[in-house]
């Protein structure tokens, strides 16, 4: 690691979350479900003509910048804004029925605090 662990406070969750909506409506994606935690974010999208990789670096990238944005408004000086948010590459699971969706959402949204899944 080059950087400590991130844990996300809630304003933080919050922004992220934000970002994930905001860049989905721009792209036309549909958002099934979107729940940041507090180090780790999990997010249910179709987005016809990108690849999941292409999805997931987006809404990192894009999530990181405005956390950066932030952190910039409260005065963390350059030398100490933290440059790495997210760990490197990530899950991307491709769905391809109904029940796997209906299955990673509910797992997205519920199953972290109920501990467990039904989503493969």
Aim: glycine residues 4%.
């Amino acid at each position: 690691m080059v950087e400590s662990a991130v844990f996300l406070d809630l304003e933080q969750r919050q922004i992220v979350e934000s970002v994930v909506r905001e860049h989905c409506e721009i792209r036309r994606w549909t958002l099934h479900a979107v729940n940041c935690r507090t180090n780790h974010c999990h997010v249910v999208v179709s987005a016809p003509n990108y690849d999941g990789e292409q999805v997931r670096d987006q809404l990192k990238s894009w999530g990181k910048r405005r956390l950066k944005k932030r952190e910039r408004q409260l005065g963390v000086s350059e030398e100490i804004l933290r440059e790495h948010w997210w760990t490197r590459k990530g899950s991307v699971r491709y769905l391809f029925d109904d029940d796997s969706l209906v299955a990673a959402t509910e797992y997205a949204l519920d199953a972290q605090d109920v501990g467990g899944s039904k989503a493969n």
